[in-house]
């Protein structure tokens, strides 16, 4: 919460100024000020309140999720054990934040950990790929009866302008989502990888012309016998998706999508490889106004040839996290943009046949930057050999009470779902981590 703001305050981000102050910043700043992020996003959209100040419109938080799918090694990433060698081989090196050490494979971000905050006591049961994916990106134990939203889905539902151009949560990477429980307008707009040509998606914007007039009155005579006879919902839903579907068509998204807009040297920094664009990406798509992005980084399911695998996806991973971070805060962005870095589970302590790693969901680490975020935060411990949590041990379900917390959303509301299902946003025995909040 801000200190200028009451504790009722629903918005974190909300401020306000006399008229008074805002004159002295005019006046101090001259025309410049008008220029600077800050006060343009005061006077987004302004209004006043019952005793003549002026407020400025709520943020709305985005999130952007590196999805490292596999699950990285927490010992030969953000948890490393230098005492035991036998733990991991690999060199420690000193971050920006005193007494903690990251993995040698992460320099970038060692020296952007002050902007980080750090779980290193996450924590499961569910030890199987799809299970625990499921439960990484929901916070809920798997249940074959429904199928409970990502968090990218719940922040596009709960946070995104439903008629807006562009997708509302968008998947770089990975495979195609499945569908959710919260209807169509949540769901992720897949692109296969960062660059790649969007399937269907014509150049010159939405049809128009004789033809595609004829087409939309042939159509709405079927769809309204169709709605006569019954059909009604069907056609309102179809109606909808139609809609978004042109949207989308007449939107900026092939404009943004263009990597080669950006500087040649911030391209380098982020990495020229398919990771290292697709997070580019998302800074570009979270920019132009898109809630969530998720992008994926696969390869982490090391039973073998662990420390080469590990060091050749940290070579994508490091570069491009600490330049998204460094670039979202240089643009303004990262205050509302909750980063957060995490894969389904780690990896066993003990090596496996001399250079692999099985899966380990006893303890394993996330990263979390923005969004509210307390930087410069390190919860939990786990012991010299990273076999157990000996501090603050952090369930999932408590990770996405934390996630809706600073997306600002009410995790516990009950939403009836498309197939007629009661159920909450967050999985209710979730307590938010509040140490993690600024």
């Known amino acids: 919460m801000h200190p200028l703001l009451p504790a009722s305050s629903r918005h974190p981000a909300l401020r306000c100024f006399t008229r008074r102050e805002l004159l002295l910043r005019l006046a101090r700043g001259g025309a410049g000020a008008l220029a600077a992020p800050s006060l343009l996003q005061l006077l987004a959209a302004p209004a006043l309140a019952a005793d003549g100040r002026l407020v400025a419109a709520p943020r709305r938080k985005r999130l952007v999720l590196l999805w490292l799918e596999g699950g990285p090694s927490q010992m030969d990433t953000f948890d490393p054990k ?23 494979y992460l320099p970038q971000l060692a020296r952007v950990a002050p902007r980080l905050s750090l779980i290193r006591s996450l924590t499961s049961r569910e030890g199987t790929h799809s299970r625990a994916r499921e439960l990484l990106h929901n916070g809920f134990i798997p249940n074959p009866s429904v199928r409970y939203p990502s968090i990218g889905s719940i922040a596009a539902h709960e946070l995104a302008e ?3 151009a562009l997708p509302a949560f968008i998947q770089i990477g990975g495979v195609a989502p499945a569908t959710n429980e919260l209807g169509a307008a ?3 707009f897949w692109i296969e990888t960062a660059g790649a040509k969007v399937e269907n998606l014509p150049p010159g914007g939405a049809p128009r012309g004789p033809k595609a007039a004829r087409r939309e009155t042939l159509r709405s005579a079927i769809d309204a016998a169709f709605a006569a006879a019954g059909g009604g919902e069907v056609v309102a839903r179809n109606d909808a998706q139609r809609q978004r579907a042109l949207r989308l068509m007449d939107s900026r998204l092939l404009e943004v999508l263009q990597l080669d807009q950006e500087q040649e040297a911030l391209r380098d920094r982020y990495g020229r490889n398919p990771f290292g664009e697709g997070v580019l990406l998302a800074r570009r798509l979270i920019e132009a106004g898109v809630t969530a992005v998720e992008v994926q980084l696969p390869g982490w399911d090391t039973h073998s040839d662990n420390f080469n695998r590990t060091g050749q996806l940290c070579r994508q991973l490091d570069p491009a996290l600490a330049t998204l971070v460094d670039d979202l805060a240089q643009r303004g962005l990262l205050a509302e943009t909750l980063v957060v870095c995490m894969g389904e589970f780690g990896r066993t302590p003990k090596l496996v046949g001399g250079d692999g790693r099985h899966h380990w969901a006893t303890n394993f680490c996330a990263v979390l930057a923005g969004g509210g975020t307390k930087p410069a935060t390190v919860i939990g411990a786990t012991d010299e050999r990273g076999e157990s949590i000996v501090d603050r041990p952090v369930k999932v379900a408590d990770l996405f009470a934390t996630f809706a917390t600073l997306l600002g959303i009410d995790g516990k509301r009950e939403y009836t779902t498309t197939t007629d299902r009661t159920i909450t946003l967050i999985d209710p025995d979730g307590k938010p981590v509040r140490e993690l909040l600024a």
Request: aromatic content about 4%.
């Open 186 to 188: 949540s769901e992720a």
């Open 162 to 164: 439903q008629d807006g």
């Open 82 to 104: 230098p005492a035991v060698k036998q733990v991991s081989p690999l060199r420690t090196i000193k971050t920006e934040l005193p007494g903690v050490e990251f993995s040698e």
